[in-house]
């Protein structure tokens, strides 16, 4: 099936600790994107890539930070300099230049990131 | 200017009934609307989208309505469904450019009681 894989599901933070949130995709999409999902507030762009190596800040940026090595994955840390990192975080694609599906986000199942 | 308000908040709606949730923008550059429908535990996934070329756009139960002068949309559930239960977020953007970036609004709790 093709789609967005997210790992893990849960993940606890230490204070003071980097996490990585893993995002990998077999659409052969060129696009990749990570969002985060607070209550009540929707979602927030946080980084986007729309080719391999090469990525852009998104609207909340700061205390995290993205690879973008292999065009099927889009790796997120949560580092240490990003004060509240308790959220859900959402992994998206899309085929930006496909007329069909230009703004098509498909996402994955996200990620429950709790701080100890 | 980027924002796209959603309300309201949360909406509980009695099966077969109506849900209505309602958004609004400012931008007027904005010509892709689309609504995601986002269960528990899960990823957003598209439900359905409009152009502002059109002033409805229905697919089966679901309906978008848009007033391009009001700069507001608005989705339609008809005969609800406890299935339906879920958070439905609108969201919008100027199509057309390399980066899709859509700004999305706050969501909606549906809950629809059988």
């Known amino acids: 099936d093709g789609g967005i894989t997210q790992s893990p599901k849960y993940l606890f933070r230490k204070e003071g600790q980097n996490v990585t949130l893993s995002c990998e995709q077999n659409?052969?999409?060129?696009?990749m994107y990570w969002y985060r999902q607070d209550p009540g507030q929707g979602l927030r762009l946080i980084y986007y890539?729309?080719?391999?190596?090469?990525?852009q800040k998104g609207d909340i940026a700061e205390g995290y930070s993205v690879s973008r090595e292999k065009k099927e994955s889009f790796p997120l840390t949560v580092t240490s300099a990003q004060k509240n990192p308790t959220a859900f975080y959402l992994c998206?694609?899309?085929?930006?230049?496909?007329?069909?599906?230009?703004?098509?986000?498909?996402f994955g199942s996200g990620t429950q990131l709790s701080v100890l | 200017q980027q924002q796209v308000k959603q309300s309201p908040q949360s909406l509980i709606v009695q099966k077969g009934g109506i849900s209505i949730i309602n958004c609004a923008y400012e931008n007027t550059a904005f010509d892709y609307f689309p609504w995601y429908q986002q269960f528990p535990g899960k990823g957003p996934a598209l439900l359905i989208a409009i152009r502002p070329d059109v002033s409805e756009k229905k697919e089966g139960r679901f309906t978008i309505s848009f007033n391009k002068s009001a700069k507001q949309f608005s989705l339609h559930i008809m005969d609800s469904q406890p299935g339906d239960s879920a958070t439905y977020f609108c969201?919008?953007?100027?199509?057309?450019?390399?980066?899709?970036?859509?700004?999305f609004g706050t969501g909606t709790l549906l809950a629809v009681q059988p």
């Open positions: 969201a919008a953007s100027v199509s057309g450019g390399a980066t899709n970036k859509l700004i």
């Open positions: 659409l052969n999409h060129d696009a």
């Open positions: 890539s729309q080719i391999v190596n090469d990525f």
């Open positions: 998206a694609s899309s085929s930006p230049g496909q007329a069909a599906t230009n703004e098509k986000l498909f």
